[in-house]
């Protein structure tokens, strides 16, 4: 029962830290200012790395809260309240304690029903239905569920292997550093593709404009 449990706890662990992830790639696409947002938009692999990111975030956050998904948190709590015996515990806990962290996964589960993320992975990201394209998204759908995330996990691997796992990530995306070298490169290039029309050092131009698409 135990390996069971360890392999379970592996794939949380991991997806959990993915999660952390992209949450903070986007949270620092959302930070950007305002005349930054409008570049992004018109920066195509840009603004498809931050669409992208955002479906594998709500991806990824069902497959931990979704009651449904063999290897998520409520499927893992209902495998532990079943076997609770069976199991070999650094520290037990005690059926209260169980169904108290199942009680609020499933809550975490319910409203991502309510507030659309449900139907935005059914719809939009797994079959593509554009008629829901215009469902509203608000990051925190995805940030504040984190906190309980963790919360939870956390206890389960003290209680099972006597260990916690560190998921601070915090400015650890770099996507405020790489936009901005994008910026200066858009800049740059705008510049360049201005002055070449002006200038009559338009080889020298031409040259530099070369070395940048290189």
């Not at 796992?165 to 405020?176: A, H, M, P, T």
């Amino acid at each position: 029962m135990n390996e069971e449990i360890n392999k379970r706890l592996k794939w949380l662990s991991d997806s959990i830290f993915y999660q952390c992830l992209q949450v903070e790639i986007l949270k620092s696409f959302a930070d950007l200012s305002e005349s930054d947002r409008v570049q992004l938009s018109r920066n195509k692999a840009l603004h498809l790395f931050q669409s992208n990111t955002m479906s594998v975030a709500i991806l990824n956050h069902m497959k931990l809260v979704d009651s449904r998904e063999d290897k998520s948190l409520p499927k893992l709590l209902h495998l532990i309240q079943n076997n609770c015996k069976k199991i070999q515990w650094h520290r037990a806990l005690d059926d209260r304690t169980i169904q108290i962290h199942l009680e609020s996964i499933l809550s975490l589960e319910a409203e991502s029903k309510a507030n659309n993320l449900k139907k935005i992975r059914d719809k939009l990201i797994a079959h593509a239905d554009l008629s829901v394209d215009k469902l509203s998204f608000d990051l925190k759908w995805l940030c504040e569920p984190l906190v309980g995330i963790k919360k939870i996990y956390n206890s389960l691997s003290l209680a099972l292997k006597g260990e916690q796992v560190y998921f601070d990530l915090k400015n650890e995306s770099g996507i405020q550093d790489m936009f901005h070298k994008v910026k200066f490169y858009q800049n740059a290039w705008s510049l360049l593709h201005d002055k070449s029309k002006q200038l009559d050092e338009s080889i020298r131009i031409q040259e530099i404009r070369d070395l940048m698409k290189s």
